[in-house]
Nanobody, 119 residues
Framework: QVQLVESGGGLVQAGGSLRLSCAAS????????MAWYRQAPGEQRESVAR???????NYADSVKGRFTISTDNAKNTVNLQMNSLKPEDTAVYYC?????????????WGQGTQVTVLS
């Protein structure tokens, strides 16, 4: 059993910054990768950023140059530093991980954290 717990969401002015964190816990054998997704009201969920546990990253075009994904491997944690925030970034942000336990490998999801950017 694995749980992902997210933190760091909030309300900011356009141009401001937030740092999201997501910590995985439970019966973890290894983590293959973790990612951040977001879903704005009335829109489909989209991928924001992804990182493998050896450090390879990719980003959605809409956040390149503004967001940085990173890990703290020892703490089974993924972070998302969000700078130069825009109103279009307003969404519920979810973390996800491809995580191996003793029994299988599968995707796990956090509960989501709200990010609201004011114009």
């Amino acid at each position: 059993q694995v749980q992902l717990v997210e933190s760091g969401g909030g309300l900011v002015q356009a141009g401001g910054s937030l740092r999201l964190s997501c910590a995985a816990s439970g019966s973890i054998s290894s983590i293959n990768s973790m990612a951040w997704y977001r879903q704005a009201p009335g829109e489909q969920r989209e991928s924001v950023a992804r990182i493998t546990w050896d450090g390879s990253t990719n980003y959605a075009d809409s956040v390149k140059g503004r967001f940085t994904i990173s890990t703290d491997n020892a703490k089974n944690t993924v972070n998302l530093q969000m700078n130069s925030l825009k109103p279009e970034d307003t969404a519920v942000y979810y973390c996800a991980g491809v995580i191996r336990t003793l029994s299988d490998v599968r995707d796990y999801w956090g509960q989501g954290t709200q990010v609201t950017v004011l114009s």
